[in-house]
């Protein structure tokens, strides 16, 4: 890793800072794109892209600590060893607001699950950027450098951006006014053992079981319909990983034989309880 000059191995990071872990969900700024309508560019992801996993490493604030910086810092820009596949296609790299930077969850992970990271996670090392999308949890990280002035490269000034309106959306053919980074993640619930069209026993209890997850502040309920949202009913919350993590939800009802049901979930958060 080399910041400020500095340079630090793989092993110096396990041995010489204190070792941090977190579960926190990784997930695509596109996810669920696939079921935009109308279609828009972009590899269509259904609702899998994303995962959960234990992230262990040391915090990033920390190795800023040991590098050193001065007091006109305003971003901090990371790059993996990976290399661009087209000639014309620019260096991913990604860059954070300082004080965004210097999070306590804000992790280089050198491990996920209790061993060493995967080749496809981003070994050796990653960022780890709990509550954010994660086309900033850069793989394979390499270099970190503080910068005195906004960040103006593609993957930052033009790549990952939403509409600069409050709600981050805008019409089909509308034209935009301004854009933002994409950032921190908003919260999201799925229903993950029933699919959409599918036939289940009428008259026998089911189990209906998902999980719900935000940006970081945790999530306090889950509701769950059967109409479509026009009624709701409480669903029971598993087990609490941490803020950032999956929070696994059931609940039970029984269908009728010859009736159709439009199930949906919501979750909220604990901010907006």
């Known amino acids: 890793i080399i910041g400020c000059e500095d340079s630090l191995s793989l092993h110096e990071l396990q041995t010489q800072f204190e070792q941090v872990e977190i579960a926190a969900v990784c997930q695509c700024a596109g996810n669920s794109r696939g079921f935009f309508q109308p279609r828009v560019p972009g590899g269509q992801w259904g609702n899998g892209a994303m995962g959960n996993a234990k992230w262990k490493g040391v915090r990033l604030r920390d190795l800023l600590q040991k590098a050193g910086m001065k007091d006109d810092v305003r971003q901090v820009r990371f790059d993996g060893l990976d290399q661009p596949v087209a000639e014309a296609t620019p260096d991913f790299r990604k860059s954070l607001n300082l004080d965004d930077a210097i999070q306590k969850e804000v992790l280089v992970a050198h491990s996920m699950n209790g061993e060493p990271l995967p080749m496809l996670n981003g070994f050796p090392l990653r960022l780890v950027v709990p509550g954010w999308f994660a086309t900033y949890w850069v793989k394979m990280l390499n270099d970190i450098e503080v910068l005195n002035e906004t ?123």
């Open 151 to 273: 960040d103006q490269n593609f993957w930052t000034a033009k790549a990952y951006r939403l509409p600069a309106d409050p709600c981050h959306c805008s019409e089909p053919g509308e034209a935009l006014t301004g854009t933002i980074p994409v950032g921190r993640m908003t919260v999201r619930s799925f229903i993950t053992n029933v699919e959409n069209t599918q036939t289940v026993k009428g008259g026998k209890a089911l189990t209906i079981k998902g999980i719900a997850f935000d940006q970081g502040y945790g999530i306090d309920r889950v509701l769950f319909s059967i109409d479509g949202g026009q009624q709701w009913q409480s669903a029971r919350l598993g087990t609490d990983y941490g803020d950032f993590s999956f929070r696994p939800w059931e609940v039970k009802f029984t269908p009728e034989t010859g009736r159709d049901y439009a199930l949906q979930s919501l979750a909220i958060n604990r901010i907006a309880s």
